[in-house]
Nanobody
Framework: QVPLVESGGGSVQAGGSLRLSCVGS????????MAWFRQAPGKEREWMAI???????QYADSVKGRFTISKDIAKNTVYLQMENLKPEDTAMYYC????????????????WGQGIQVTVSS
């Protein structure tokens, strides 16, 4: 497991933007699959965006075109830029790392951040 620390959450009105950051180890950022998940109250944890070690990226349909995952290796940081936020984006957001091929299944990730709250009001 690798330590992951998220920051950047908060409250925003619908249509607004937020950028989440996740600081990890340099090895993880270079060689692991990095992902962002979210979990709303009473719902299962769902994947939002995936960034493979080969640069491949994929997004869930619910956020495609609005969210962008990126990495800054020099800063050991993975970002999730969120645009045009909607009330249904309200959730706890988690950064995750997997030493292996990317997966949409949360159970396949070994390392998790503590989570950070994003609240979008209408």
């Amino acid at each position: 497991q690798v330590p992951l620390v998220e920051s950047g959450g908060g409250s925003v009105q619908a249509g607004g933007s937020l950028r989440l950051s996740c600081v990890g180890s340099s090895d993880a950022l270079r060689t692991f699959c990095m992902a962002w998940f979210r979990q709303a109250p009473g719902k299962e944890r769902e994947w939002m965006a995936i960034f493979g070690d080969d640069g491949w990226r994929q997004y869930a349909d619910s956020v495609k075109g609005r969210f962008t995952i990126s990495k800054d290796i020099a800063k050991n940081t993975v970002y999730l830029q969120m645009e045009n936020l909607k009330p249904e984006d309200t959730a706890m957001y988690y950064c995750a790392a997997r030493n292996g091929a990317c997966s949409a299944a949360s159970s396949s990730y070994e390392s998790w951040g503590q989570g950070i709250q994003v609240t979008v009001s209408s």
